[in-house]
């Protein structure tokens, strides 16, 4: 398993929100290529990257900077945040994106994401921002019609590489994870499974390795990280050895 640091991209800069919400930005570094060169130094073998202007609707922002991080680092990248069509996933991939993360396409329209799936297998995962156990889409300011358990039984028959789970009520927040609610959706998924939102101490890590689920890819590192709780390389042991 995985120890996947997060870098969330805003106006150019490496930033961090509370449960998702704009408003509660708060800058930790303003240079987001030289944080990507960092992880890379810390040894990781992939960054989690989020356009967050891209997932509020404004897409250009942050593209070259992005595309800056991937020229500059060797490392695998997933991104995601506002790829919502079949040109936005062709051009990440053209210019050497690795993985790409769907959230709002996935969610509202399935055959194309599942006809995406076909065109790039094993380099698309299906993003469930979970709220309550619902799906939020748009940046997690629309709530859609669709329970999580109900998304992951569809997309486990198609050629997706896997799920990035978010819980949202946690993420940013510090508050741990839900180690329960964790394992009941991995008991329901049948492909790689990372797992995002509440990650606060050491205690998190050893909870998730426990599991001992083959499924279970990564967990990502975010403000547990940046305020200085999560040590990479320290975390990233503690997996190795429980793995």
């Known amino acids: 398993m995985k120890l996947i640091p ?3 991209i805003k106006n150019n800069k490496c ?4 449960k998702g919400k704009e408003e509660t930005a ?4 303003s240079n987001p290529i030289e944080q990507a060169k960092f992880f890379e130094k810390q040894g990781c073998d ?3 990257i989020i356009d967050l202007d891209a997932a509020f609707g404004r897409k250009e922002i942050n593209k070259k900077t992005i595309l800056k991080i991937r020229n500059e680092i060797s490392i695998n990248i997933e991104l995601g945040g506002g790829i919502r069509s079949q040109e ?3 051009f990440w991939i053209q210019n050497g994106i690795n993985f790409l993360i769907i959230g709002s396409m996935a969610i509202t329209n399935f055959e194309s994401m599942k006809n995406l799936s076909n065109n790039f297998p094993n380099k698309l995962y299906v993003s469930l921002d979970d709220l309550h156990g619902r799906i939020m889409i748009y940046g997690w300011v629309v709530e859609s019609n669709k329970k999580t358990q109900k998304i992951l039984f569809e997309f486990n028959k198609t050629n997706i590489r896997g799920f990035v ?3 949202i009520s946690r993420d940013g927040m510090l508050t741990g994870i839900d180690i ?3 394992s009941q959706y991995l008991s329901f998924s049948n492909k790689p499974f990372i797992v995002g939102g509440g990650l606060s101490n050491y205690k998190d890590l050893n909870n998730l390795a426990n599991l001992k689920d083959p499924n279970l890819e990564g967990i990502i590192a975010g403000k547990s990280f940046y305020l200085g709780k999560i040590d990479i390389k320290k975390g990233q042991k503690i997996l190795d050895q429980n793995a």
Do not use: E, G, P
């Open 180 to 182: 329960n609610k964790i």
């Open 6 to 8: 997060a870098i969330d």
């Open 26 to 29: 708060f800058v930790f570094n």
């Open 165 to 167: 789970f978010t819980d």
């Open 88 to 90: 936005d996933v062709s």
């Open 15 to 18: 930033v961090r929100l509370s």
């Open 46 to 48: 992939r960054i989690h």
